[in-house]
């Protein structure tokens, strides 16, 4: 049974910082991609960031670009996101997701395992 687990979700002002960590467990976790979506109240839910199994490729979202950075540790079976300058438009549950397979990919249905979300709320 694979499990995603997310944490470090939290109520902060605008211009914070934030890093969100994933855990997951039940299969091999360095043969797969990883990613962070998120979904914002009465929108879709949306990519934000995507790391390749080994962490050598990593993509953003353009509205992101900049501030978030996505990382991982296979050693520790986590995936971290590092959120800077965060603005309100960032507020939304953020979900962690693994991949199908070892590349990033930037839909959702290209991901088969996810977390329970993480709840982020900006304020100014």
């Known amino acids: 049974q694979v499990q995603v687990v997310e944490s470090g979700g939290g109520l902060v002002q605008a211009g914070d910082s934030l890093r969100l960590s994933c855990t997951a467990s039940?299969?091999?976790?360095?043969?797969?991609?990883m990613a962070w979506f998120r979904q914002a109240p009465g929108k879709e839910r949306e990519f934000v960031a995507g790391?390749?199994?080994?962490?050598?490729?990593?993509n953003v979202a353009d509205s992101i670009k900049g501030r978030f950075t996505i990382s991982r540790d296979n050693a520790k079976n986590m995936v971290y996101l590092q959120m800077n300058n965060l603005e309100l438009e960032d507020t939304a549950v953020y979900y962690c997701a693994t991949g199908l397979g070892t590349l990033v990919q930037f839909t959702a249905d290209q991901y088969d395992y996810w977390g329970q979300g993480t709840q982020v709320t900006v304020s100014s």
């Open positions: 039940g299969r091999t976790f360095a043969r797969y991609a």
């Open positions: 790391i390749s199994w080994s962490g050598g490729v990593t």
